[in-house]
Protein backbone atom coordinates (compact mmCIF):
# COMPACT_ATOMS: atom_id res chain seq x y z
CA UNK A 1 0.00 0.00 0.00
CA UNK A 2 1.30 3.30 -0.61
CA UNK A 3 0.48 6.27 1.62
CA UNK A 4 0.88 9.90 0.54
CA UNK A 5 0.93 12.44 3.13
CA UNK A 6 0.29 16.44 2.58
CA UNK A 7 -0.94 19.59 4.34
CA UNK A 8 1.91 20.80 6.34
CA UNK A 9 3.42 23.97 5.94
CA UNK A 10 5.36 26.69 8.27
CA UNK A 11 3.06 28.53 10.59
CA UNK A 12 3.82 30.46 13.92
CA UNK A 13 2.89 29.20 17.18
CA UNK A 14 -0.79 29.17 17.54
CA UNK A 15 -1.85 28.28 14.50
CA UNK A 16 -3.75 25.23 13.28
CA UNK A 17 -3.33 23.11 10.36
CA UNK A 18 -4.79 20.04 9.19
CA UNK A 19 -2.86 17.25 7.66
CA UNK A 20 -4.53 14.60 5.09
CA UNK A 21 -2.85 10.82 4.35
CA UNK A 22 -4.33 9.19 1.12
CA UNK A 23 -3.60 5.43 0.88
CA UNK A 24 -4.03 3.13 -2.35
CA UNK A 25 -6.72 0.84 -1.18
CA UNK A 26 -8.34 0.90 1.97
CA UNK A 27 -6.89 -0.05 4.99
CA UNK A 28 -8.96 -2.31 7.49
CA UNK A 29 -6.31 -1.72 10.32
CA UNK A 30 -5.96 0.96 13.00
CA UNK A 31 -4.21 3.62 11.59
CA UNK A 32 -2.07 6.40 13.49
CA UNK A 33 0.20 9.82 12.65
CA UNK A 34 3.87 9.68 13.71
CA UNK A 35 6.17 12.50 13.37
CA UNK A 36 9.81 12.49 13.63
CA UNK A 37 12.17 15.75 14.48
CA UNK A 38 16.02 16.07 14.02
CA UNK A 39 17.71 14.08 16.25
CA UNK A 40 14.83 12.00 17.51
CA UNK A 41 13.11 8.92 17.56
CA UNK A 42 9.95 8.61 15.37
CA UNK A 43 6.98 8.60 17.59
CA UNK A 44 3.21 7.95 17.29
CA UNK A 45 1.09 11.18 18.10
CA UNK A 46 -2.39 9.50 17.46
CA UNK A 47 -3.94 6.57 16.79
CA UNK A 48 -7.33 5.79 15.03
CA UNK A 49 -9.49 2.43 15.17
CA UNK A 50 -10.30 0.87 12.10
CA UNK A 51 -14.02 1.75 12.54
CA UNK A 52 -12.73 5.57 13.97
CA UNK A 53 -14.47 4.99 17.08
CA UNK A 54 -11.94 4.97 19.34
CA UNK A 55 -8.60 7.56 19.58
CA UNK A 56 -5.49 7.87 21.69
CA UNK A 57 -3.17 10.33 22.03
CA UNK A 58 0.59 11.21 23.14
CA UNK A 59 0.41 13.44 25.76
CA UNK A 60 2.29 16.10 24.10
CA UNK A 61 -0.86 16.46 21.63
CA UNK A 62 -3.83 15.80 23.79
CA UNK A 63 -6.62 18.08 23.75
CA UNK A 64 -4.41 20.12 20.79
CA UNK A 65 -4.81 17.42 18.26
CA UNK A 66 -7.81 15.19 16.50
CA UNK A 67 -7.02 11.93 14.55
CA UNK A 68 -10.16 11.45 12.06
CA UNK A 69 -10.78 9.44 8.97
CA UNK A 70 -12.89 8.67 6.61
CA UNK A 71 -12.72 5.33 5.10
CA UNK A 72 -14.98 5.84 1.78
CA UNK A 73 -12.41 7.98 0.93
CA UNK A 74 -9.62 6.10 2.33
CA UNK A 75 -8.17 8.24 4.41
CA UNK A 76 -6.40 10.03 7.26
CA UNK A 77 -6.38 13.35 9.11
CA UNK A 78 -4.93 14.75 11.76
CA UNK A 79 -6.24 18.43 13.01
CA UNK A 80 -3.51 20.26 15.00
CA UNK A 81 -4.43 23.48 16.53
CA UNK A 82 -2.46 25.43 19.06
CA UNK A 83 0.43 24.74 17.50
CA UNK A 84 3.91 24.68 19.51
CA UNK A 85 7.64 24.86 17.55
CA UNK A 86 8.01 21.61 19.42
CA UNK A 87 5.71 20.26 17.10
CA UNK A 88 7.88 21.29 14.44
CA UNK A 89 9.15 17.39 12.88
CA UNK A 90 7.91 15.45 9.52
CA UNK A 91 4.68 13.60 10.30
CA UNK A 92 3.47 10.63 8.96
CA UNK A 93 0.75 8.29 8.80
CA UNK A 94 1.20 4.37 8.75
CA UNK A 95 -0.54 1.38 10.57
CA UNK A 96 -0.52 0.93 13.77
CA UNK A 97 -0.35 -2.18 16.10
CA UNK A 98 -1.79 -2.97 19.60
CA UNK A 99 1.25 -2.89 21.22
CA UNK A 100 1.73 0.50 20.03
CA UNK A 101 -1.40 1.61 21.45
CA UNK A 102 -1.56 0.37 24.79
CA UNK A 103 2.17 1.81 25.05
CA UNK A 104 0.79 5.13 24.59
CA UNK A 105 -2.16 4.35 26.41
CA UNK A 106 -0.50 3.24 29.68
CA UNK A 107 2.70 5.79 29.14
CA UNK A 108 1.05 8.70 27.39
CA UNK A 109 4.32 8.16 24.51
CA UNK A 110 5.32 5.42 22.23
CA UNK A 111 7.68 5.15 19.81
CA UNK A 112 7.08 4.13 16.30
CA UNK A 113 8.47 0.33 16.39
CA UNK A 114 9.36 -1.38 13.01
CA UNK A 115 6.74 -0.75 10.59
CA UNK A 116 8.75 -1.25 7.67
CA UNK A 117 8.08 1.43 4.93
CA UNK A 118 6.78 4.94 5.01
CA UNK A 119 5.67 7.64 3.21
CA UNK A 120 7.70 10.98 1.99
CA UNK A 121 5.98 12.34 5.01
CA UNK A 122 4.63 16.32 5.41
CA UNK A 123 7.30 18.70 7.03
CA UNK A 124 5.21 21.12 9.74
CA UNK A 125 7.45 23.59 11.29
CA UNK A 126 6.19 26.04 13.81
CA UNK A 127 7.50 29.50 14.64
CA UNK A 128 7.90 31.08 18.00
Known amino acids: VQLVESGGGLVQAGDSLRLSCVAS??????MGWYRQAPGKQRELVAAITTGGGVTNYADSVKGRFTISRDNTKNTIYLQMNSLKPEDTAVYYC????????????????????????WGQGTQVTVSS
Open 25 to 30: ERQYSA
Open 94 to 117: NIVSDIIIAALISKGTADAGDIGS
